[in-house]
């Protein structure tokens, strides 16, 4: 059984930076691709970032681009997502994913995390 624990969510001003992490049982994060997407009401399930378990290539969504970093510790199972310069439009529920390949689209992950709260105010 495969199990993905998030942590680090919360409420950041804007400007700010928050840290996110994906803890992964029963899998080796090492041969799987990882993603974060995100989710606000209302709203589809949105690509934040991803990195191929092959390759290590990496893909962000234009509107983090340059702000999230994507990363992972295959010695502790574990994969990160670091916020800078957080905006209000970030605030949104955090997934973390695990997948055969890298991928913008969140039908191609097989395994979820519970989500993780992120607020940014103004």
């Known amino acids: 059984q495969v199990q993905l624990v998030e942590s680090g969510g919360g409420l950041v001003q804007a400007g700010g930076s928050l840290r996110l992490s994906c803890a992964a049982s029963?899998?080796?994060?090492?041969?799987?691709?990882v993603g974060w997407f995100r989710q606000t009401p209302g709203k589809e399930r949105e690509f934040v970032a991803a990195m191929g378990w092959r390759s290590g290539k990496i893909d962000y969504a234009d509107s983090v681009k340059g702000r999230f970093t994507i990363s992972r510790d295959n010695a502790k199972n574990t994969m990160h997502l670091q916020m800078n310069s957080l905006k209000p439009e970030d605030t949104a529920i955090y997934y973390c994913?695990?997948?055969?390949?890298?991928?913008?689209?969140?039908?191609?992950?097989?395994?979820w995390g519970q989500g993780t709260q992120v607020t940014v105010s103004s």
């Open positions: 994913a695990l997948g055969p390949r890298r991928s913008v689209t969140y039908p191609d992950y097989y395994y």
């Open positions: 029963g899998s080796t994060l090492s041969r799987n691709s």
